[in-house]
Nanobody
Framework: FQLQASGGGQVHSGGSLRLSCVVS????????VAWFRQAPGKRREGVSC?????????YAEHVKGRFTISRDKANDTTVYLQMDDLKPEDTAVYYC??????????????????WGQGTQVTVSS
């Protein structure tokens, strides 16, 4: 798969952004797509994941209720991460990736799937 992430930017605390991940090179029907982030000096962490066929989702505890992962309803080529009520601690480079383990690896901050380039999210107080 090839993945292209976009939608990052700079917002104030409490603001919103929607990240998009366009995936090509195969059917997403039987895979999971995940979002990760890495802040300077910190370990990469899994943020959210969606199993495309089952529509099952997972969120890291500290983004629950603020972030929403979804897939394009018209096709299975785009996955979104709606981020609301952003906080300065959400500042990081965000990456999307496929997760062959159906989100299990995402929970540990890892994936052996394919990765897109990152998109910077900066939240100022």
């Amino acid at each position: 798969f090839q993945l292209q992430a976009s939608g990052g930017g700079q917002v104030h605390s409490g603001g919103s952004l929607r990240l998009s991940c366009v995936v090509s090179g195969g059917s997403l029907r039987y895979v999971a797509v995940a979002w990760f982030r890495q802040a300077p000096g910190k370990r990469r962490e899994g943020v959210s994941c969606i199993i495309m066929l089952a529509k099952t989702t997972w969120y890291a505890e500290h983004v629950k209720g603020r972030f929403t992962i979804s897939r394009d309803k018209a096709n299975d080529t785009t996955v979104y991460l709606q981020m609301d009520d952003l906080k300065p601690e959400d500042t990081a480079v965000y990456y999307c990736a496929t997760d062959p383990s159906l989100c299990a690896a995402t929970m540990t901050g890892e994936s052996r799937g394919d990765w897109g380039q990152g998109t910077q999210v900066t939240v100022s107080s």
